[in-house]
């Protein structure tokens, strides 16, 4: 055995990691020892492999997972990107979560105006997207609104109108509450999905030619679950073909009677509505029946986010 080898107690002081952390690299092939007495089965460190455990207690105390440590340390270029994505996607939801919170304290426990409105069925394009939890769905939102208005609106093969009918850019928003868009859902997770589906001018598209908006709804489970499917949809004018690429459908939004309440402020607080929306329906013994809507009334393109609409409805008899 060479000389300059120290035994794995003395190479852990020195490198400021534990026996028991050295021995987890040990067996992750990510700091091998320089030699393992065949006998007593002790680890032993060149000096020089100090360098290397510091960067370890370096990295790992800046949260990058082990599997990329294993790559900062083979030289990989870029490794470190993805870890740094991931950690500005923890910091923006804690933010979230924050507001949320400071409007808890400053304004109490939500409450909202909950009224029962009749809404008909509606014909709608629909894309769905998977999100992996309640933290994932403002991203997985903001995928299926760029899907389904890049299809409505982006000039392929999407869908095409009757003679004598509407194109599917000239799509209004259909009457209901208010005089906007007739509905409303819950967006769940780290205040509402929506906070990533209507974040740009995508998720309100104003109709070509016309002068009024389109009407977006989010469609999402009852129940967050990991991981979970929701809808982005969009009510459709009469007479459209029903000819669709890129995953989506038309489809029939079925009406009923539904409680609904009004949000105004940013999506990101959508969920303090809803949990208002779902305790008048738990004290009075509705459940929900199908998803949760969330209809984008406003232009988050010209609105500020304190005055937002969005219009959230839980359907308690479906017709």
């Not at 939801?93 to 009749?118: F, K």
């Not at 984008?296 to 308690?316: E, F, G, K, R």
């Amino acid at each position: 055995m060479e000389e300059d080898l120290l035994p794995i107690g003395q190479f852990a002081r020195l490198s400021r990691l534990s026996v028991k952390q050295l021995r987890h690299y040990d067996e992750l092939g990510l700091l091998v020892p320089a030699h393992v007495d065949a006998d007593t089965g002790y680890r032993y460190y060149r000096p020089s492999q100090a360098r290397a455990a510091l960067s370890i207690g370096l990295l790992r105390s800046l949260d990058v997972p082990l599997a990329v440590v294993g790559e900062v340390l083979s030289g990989s270029a870029g490794a470190l990107a993805s870890v740094r994505d991931d950690l500005e996607a923890e910091l923006a939801r804690r933010r979230r979560t924050l507001a949320s919170l400071e409007w808890v304290m400053s304004q109490g426990l939500p409450s909202a105006a909950v009224r029962l409105v009749t809404e008909p069925a509606r014909r709608v394009l629909v894309v769905r997207e998977r999100a992996a939890g309640p933290a994932d769905l403002g991203r997985a939102t903001s995928a299926g609104v760029a899907r389904l208005t890049a299809l409505a609106f982006g000039g392929g093969d999407g869908l095409a109108a009757r003679p004598g009918g509407s194109s599917a850019g000239s799509s209004g928003a259909a009457g209901g509450p208010a005089g906007g868009a007739g509905g409303g859902g819950h967006g769940g997770g780290d205040g509402g999905a929506a906070d990533g589906a209507a974040g740009g001018a995508k998720a309100w598209v104003a109709a070509p030619g016309q002068g009024s908006p389109v009407q977006l709804v989010g469609l999402f489970p009852a129940d967050l679950d990991d991981p979970m499917e929701l809808a982005v949809a969009l009510v459709l004018a009469p007479g459209l073909v029903g000819a669709v690429a890129g995953g989506a459908s038309v489809e029939v939004l079925p009406g009923g009677v539904f409680a609904s309440a009004t949000h105004v402020g940013p999506y990101d607080q959508i969920s303090l509505t809803a949990h208002a929306v779902l305790a008048w329906c738990a004290e009075r013994r509705h459940e929900p029946r199908g998803p949760i809507r969330e209809v984008y009334v406003s232009n988050p393109a010209v609105t500020p986010p304190d005055q937002l609409v969005t219009h959230l409805m839980i359907c308690l008899e479906e017709r």
